[in-house]
């Protein structure tokens, strides 16, 4: 079965850095387009970035941009999301998301067919 187990979530103080990681377990993510998503209480799902493995291309929304990175290991099947210069703003679950295909086309939710159940990350000022 389809298992994304996101990891590296915690409490830190704004300025930290995090790097979640997103272990895919029986699918191979080296020709697909992977995401990472947040949520924030009483919030709507946001996409945070998305990437094609295939071909490196990346999809940063504005908040992300700068200080969000994505990143995969192909040969490990993980993909990454370094976070810096924290922001209490950036406290949510994130969650990491999966298509069928190899083309990010669009950044709706509903666009990602596998899920993994979030880690949360939580920022104080």
């Known amino acids: 079965a389809q298992v994304l187990l996101e990891s590296g979530g915690g409490s830190v103080q704004a300025g930290g850095s995090l790097t979640l990681s997103c272990i895919v377990s029986?699918?191979?993510?080296?020709?697909?387009?992977v995401g990472w998503f947040r949520q924030a209480p009483g919030k709507e799902r946001e996409g945070v970035v998305q990437?094609?493995?295939?071909?490196?291309?990346?999809n940063y929304a504005d908040s992300a941009l700068g200080r969000f990175t994505i990143s995969h290991d192909a040969a490990k099947n993980i993909v990454y999301l370094r976070i810096n210069s924290l922001k209490p703003e950036d406290s949510a679950m994130y969650f990491c998301?999966?298509?069928?295909?190899?083309?990010?086309?669009?950044?709706?939710?509903?666009?990602?067919?596998?899920w993994g159940q979030g880690t949360q990350v939580t920022v104080s000022s």
């Open positions: 990437k094609s493995t295939a071909s490196g291309a990346t």
């Open positions: 998301a999966a298509r069928t295909g190899s083309f990010c086309v669009g950044f709706e939710a509903g666009s990602f067919a596998y």
């Open positions: 029986a699918y191979d993510i080296s020709r697909k387009c």
